[in-house]
């Protein structure tokens, strides 16, 4: 087998835009703020400039054009980093554009600890948390890109408010395009089995895979379940892993407070009462270092989920 | 403008605040202060500038005016009403449960309203997208926005201002209701915006300074907001009015920022309205 190709999520974001307006979606409009060759928007700027809106670093003016821009019919998409677009912005998106449930979508790059050496003042691990508290609000964090293309697609489509969450850091492509399909609300069974099953959203899926897989070589067989819409939340899901696998553990790039893991829990807590564990960023702030090296310093990697996983399943 | 036009116009501002104060009243809470000084302006507005249909309240074509400064709902509510956009009588239902009528605008409930506001500076960016909006479709729209001049303390306010300038919306105004007033107190004491038009100009405004109350001065300012196409250079008009405009007990009364009067308030703010009302009127029929 061939390596994988290692792809950013945010180029899939800048390549779906312009994928979308290159076929023919010319109500499509794109906004950033001063942060287009990073968010890689640039790709659409510079193929249609006419529906390009540079808006400067001014995030929370952004989203209200954004907003006022989509009460004509257009479907813009609003892109900042997620520290500035979920965390700055994020009264404007509530009020501007989730209270009046307006078509805007916000493109979010830069999420998570994968930032690296950034630190923390850019490690945005609360976006998830702020953004499903808003009603109304999809949330989105694909995994590779093709996943991420899609999903950008999906949006455009879906009408209504949608905040997705792409990463800096390259990570391998271990979707095949030809055969993926992406629905909002739907997450996908990526592995079978019955002795633990594991959630994980974004970049965070091809980690729990590497361990998935050295697991299955001994002959342990674990139920990796890669869930890209945050919210809604496939639900249905969620409860069969829980019915046959008894035990959950979820991981994402994100605080443990308010993310995937407890929208798992929240879910389970009401509907079948199941064993979690969370991995995630634990009550404190990232810190600069290469990203591997951060994902790792939080147990964000392979080989920390490896051993979460072996110790879930030994306490039988 | 003939004598007469302005004489009905003034007699409309009476109703409509006239709808302002049986609105609070009724929700015994609100914002009457702002709403009556910024009730010739939106009347004027609403009345002899804005293209809009009631019959197709979201008629694409139509004007767009978005209410930045969003506290002031029930002064929209009253014009809209007024305007035939939904019966005057469901004024009373203002912030009751149940009533399409929310505390802040509500465009998704509120017939004739252009965008959701309530949160301070938000309103004014909605509407440089709007304009932008326009633009981009090649329509001959123009957008309206009224903000406070208390709401100018918030950072997104200038944000927007800059954007419009450096978009060269011709297509949009910007007013701002200067009451002087705050809910803190005077705005020079509370956070200090002047010199404004000074500010507006060097944001690359065609600033034009007047009297908000006045319904001859309002017609200048528009006829100037009109000259501006082609300009590319965005419109704001300083507003001079008077907070609690109408009701003597309410006039430059920073404590009439936010709340609804009692019923015997009501009578006399009533009282004083049908009177303005009546020599208004029989001024007309002379």
């Known amino acids: 087998m061939s390596e994988p190709k290692m792809i950013a999520t ?34 659409f700027r510079d193929a249609y400039p006419s529906r390009f809106f540079e808006c400067g670093i001014a995030e929370q003016n952004m989203i209200g054009v954004a907003a006022g821009l989509s009460t004509f019919g257009y479907v813009p998409f609003a892109s900042s980093f997620a ?44 976006d998830f948390a702020l953004m499903r ?52 609300g739907k997450g996908e069974q990526l592995t079978d089995g019955f002795d633990l099953a594991v959630i994980s959203t974004g ?19 674990v139920r990796v379940i890669n869930m890209p819409t945050i919210k809604p939340l496939d639900e249905d899901l969620v409860l069969r892993a829980a019915r046959d696998c008894k035990k959950i553990l979820t991981v994402e790039e994100h605080s443990v407070i308010g993310g995937l893991g407890e929208a798992v829990c929240s879910l389970l807590s009401e509907k079948l009462p199941t064993t979690v564990r969370r991995v995630g960023v634990p009550d404190q702030f990232g810190h600069s270092a290469p990203a591997w090296q951060v994902l790792a310093d939080y147990g964000l990697d392979a080989e920390h989920l490896l051993a979460v996983m072996r110790d879930m399943i030994k306490a039988n | 403008m003939t004598k007469a036009e302005v004489l009905q ?152 201002f800059m954007l419009a300038s450096h978009y060269k919306l011709d297509n949009l105004c910007i007013m701002v209701d200067v009451n002087n007033l705050q809910i803190d107190g005077a705005t020079n004491t509370v956070m200090s915006t002047e010199p404004l038009d000074q500010k507006m100009d060097a944001f690359g405004f065609n600033t034009i300074i007047c009297n908000g109350n006045s319904m001859t001065e309002l017609e200048q300012a528009f006829i100037l907001f009109d000259r501006a196409h082609g300009s590319g250079k965005p419109t704001c008009f300083l507003l001079h009015t ?9 006039e430059n009364a920073v404590d009439w920022h936010g709340k609804g009067p009692n019923d015997e308030q009501y009578e006399k703010a009533m009282a004083e309205l049908r009177q303005e009302y009546d020599v208004l009127e029989k001024e007309a029929q002379r």
């Open chain 1, 133 to 184: 508290a808003i009603p109304g609000m999809v949330v989105i964090c694909p995994a590779d890109d093709v996943e991420a293309r899609a999903a950008v697609k999906a949006a455009y489509r879906y009408k209504g408010p949608v905040y997705m969450r792409f990463c800096r850091l390259p990570v391998p492509v271990f979707h095949d395009e030809l055969n993926y399909h992406f629905e909002i």
């Open chain 1, 10 to 43: 945010r180029d899939s974001y800048g390549r779906a835009l312009l994928e979308l307006a290159d076929a023919g979606c010319n109500d499509l409009v794109v906004l950033d703020s001063d942060l287009s060759v990073s968010t890689k928007t640039c790709l």
């Open chain 2, 242 to 250: 008077t907070k609690g405009k109408g009701v003597s007990f309410m």
């Open chain 2, 9 to 160: 116009l003034k007699m409309t501002a009476t109703r409509v605040r006239m709808g302002i104060i049986e609105a609070t009243h009724s929700a015994k809470s609100g914002h009457p202060g702002g709403s009556l000084s910024a009730a010739d302006v939106l009347t004027y507005l609403y009345f002899k500038v804005m293209n809009v249909d009631t019959e197709n309240p979201q008629d694409p074509t139509r004007d767009r005016f978005v209410l930045s400064k969003g506290h002031a709902a029930p002064c929209l509510y009253s014009v809209l009403a007024e305007r035939g956009f939904f019966p005057v009588r469901d004024l009373t239902t203002l912030r009751q449960d149940g009533s399409y009528l929310e505390g802040h605008p509500n465009m998704n409930t509120v017939p004739g309203v252009d965008m959701s506001t309530g949160s301070l500076g938000q309103g004014v960016s909605a509407a440089c997208g709007m304009a932008l909006a326009a633009r981009l479709q090649g329509a001959n729209i123009n957008v309206f926005t009224l903000l406070g001049d208390g709401e100018l303390n918030e950072g997104q306010c200038w944000e927007a």
């Open chain 1, 83 to 126: 520290m500035f677009a979920a965390g700055r912005a994020f009264e404007q998106i509530r009020n501007s554009i989730g209270y009046p449930h307006l078509n805007v979508k916000i493109g979010a790059t830069h999420g998570g600890l994968s930032v690296g050496e950034d630190g923390a003042s850019h490690q945005c691990i609360e």
């Open chain 1, 203 to 221: 970049l965070m899926t091809g980690e729990v895979l590497k361990a998935a897989l050295k697991l299955k070589k001994q002959g342990v067989a």
